[in-house]
């Protein structure tokens, strides 16, 4: 058996990982790993906050070199607990239609519920796929618990400010006061014949 050296090794699991990246290549299953999401904060109960925020920012991941500054720009936008207690942040790694379609339908699968109100921001590039997936799905997302989204057509580190987070935690409040009154009161007779 002959043993390689290192370097050969280091290119082989380099190349294998850039292949990995190209597009096409990635499906649904590939966001269950966390290397496939910029921020993804699962681990936080569903309980403890009341919706989640879908967030896709202007960097399309086209190059594993962008990716360290990526993940700093989305920390700054929607990480650090800008959203504490409003909502658990998803963020996936994306660079076509078919990738936001496959994130969206892998969160959808693993930590969405019916009762959940979630929340769609997007910048640039990536909003604009973002923007395109909701207008194509319009009516099964509203059915869903979309309480809302914002688009900025250009990236801008000022994006998310306070007001949004603000007018976000609104929104995410009011599509939670009426799916909740949407539903009928427990032992309430809406659906059943009273008699006299």
């Known amino acids: 058996m002959k043993i390689r050296p ?11 990982l850039a292949l990995a990246a190209l597009p096409g290549c990635r499906s649904s299953s590939t966001f269950e790993y966390a290397e496939s999401w910029l921020i993804r904060e699962d681990p936080v109960r569903p309980f403890a906050v ?10 399309l991941y086209d190059d594993m070199a962008k990716l360290q500054t ?21 963020s996936p790694l994306v660079e076509t239609e078919a990738d936001v379609e496959n994130a969206l339908k892998w969160y959808f699968r ?10 769609f921001l997007g910048e640039g590039r990536g909003g604009a ?14 059915k869903a618990g979309l309480a809302g989204s914002r688009y900025s057509k250009t990236p801008d580190a000022g994006f998310v400010n306070d007001e949004l987070v603000k ?17 009928p009161a427990p032992g309430s007779c809406t659906n ?3 008699r006299r």
């Open 6 to 16: 290192p370097e050969t090794v280091k290119i082989l699991a380099l190349s294998l």
């Open 192 to 194: 059943a014949v009273r």
């Open 167 to 183: 007018a976000v935690r609104d929104e995410i409040q009011k599509a939670r006061y009426f799916r909740v009154r949407e539903r």
């Open 70 to 90: 990526m993940a700093h720009y989305a920390q700054t936008q929607v990480g650090n607990g800008r959203f504490n207690g409003v909502a658990r942040v998803f």
């Open 129 to 142: 796929l973002l923007e395109k997936y909701e207008t194509l799905h319009a009516e099964d997302l509203a």
């Open 50 to 59: 009341p919706s989640d925020l879908i967030y896709i920012q202007d960097e």
């Open 110 to 119: 693993y930590h969405h519920s019916k009762d959940r109100p979630f929340f």
